[in-house]
């Protein structure tokens, strides 16, 4: 997986508490992404980072905030996790936001009771 | 808004079999259109790409067909095999600008 790490890989809670995903890369590559993948609706992106500290929002960025302090980390944040989030989350690198190849990690599979 | 619409859902094939998978798009300021295999349990990898300045690309067993004037493209996966099991997904994006992705096709290749 392209030296990607995502933790947890499973990670069941309880509406309303906060959760905290990392994705941890070993590419030294600019762009990281966030996704969500729900059957019916495909990769549906979140929020990106194009350097550290700069970050944007994507398509479906309600309920969640990420942040990036160091290159190879990007850490995506449920604040008050509801049961729509519950889903498997990607992230995913690549070199530039440009039409590179986007390398996705192995993924994240949340549950929220 | 779904900005790349997949079809199909779901396929099944036997070996040997070329299944289709289609997909269009109404931006016609996309120009940058991959597909992506994702097997289970497994993060989605890039599997083949193709920009509108030509109509058909071939990697391996793997075509994308590319229709300009319809909107449309798809890929074909010639001789299908069991390991060609997986779900695809379609995708775009115009300059820098972040990929949409398509709902996904899971594909069966049945022995």
């Not at chain 1, 992404?33 to 019916?40: E, I, L, N």
């Not at chain 2, 949409?100 to 290749?109: A, E, H, K, Q, S």
Request: with cysteine.
């Amino acid at each position: 997986d392209a030296g990607i790490t995502q933790s947890p890989r499973h990670k069941v809670t309880e509406t309303g508490t906060p959760v905290t995903l990392r994705c941890h890369q070993t590419e030294n590559h600019r762009y990281m992404y966030w996704y969500r993948q729900d059957p019916g609706h495909g990769l549906r992106l979140i929020h990106y980072s194009y350097g550290v500290k700069d970050t944007d929002k994507g398509e479906v960025s309600d309920g969640y905030s990420v942040s990036r302090s160091k290159t190879e980390d990007f850490l995506l944040t449920l604040e008050s996790a509801t049961s729509s989030q519950t889903s498997v989350y990607f992230c995913a690198i690549s070199d530039s936001g440009g039409q590179e190849t986007q390398y996705f990690g192995p993924g994240t599979r949340l549950l929220v009771l | 808004q779904q900005q790349v619409k997949q079809s199909p859902q779901s396929l099944i094939v036997q070996k040997g079999g070329i299944p289709i998978i289609n997909c269009a798009y109404e931006n016609t300021a996309f120009d940058y259109f991959p597909w992506y295999q994702q097997f289970p349990g497994k993060g989605p990898a890039l599997l083949i790409a193709i920009r509108p300045d030509v109509s058909e690309k071939k990697e391996g067993r793997f075509t994308i067909s590319f229709n300009k004037s319809a909107k449309q493209f798809s890929l074909h996966i010639m001789d299908s095999q069991p390991g060609d099991s997986a779900t695809y997904f379609c995708a775009a994006s115009k300059g820098f600008q972040k990929l949409v992705f398509g709902t996904g096709t899971r594909l069966l290749v049945s022995p």
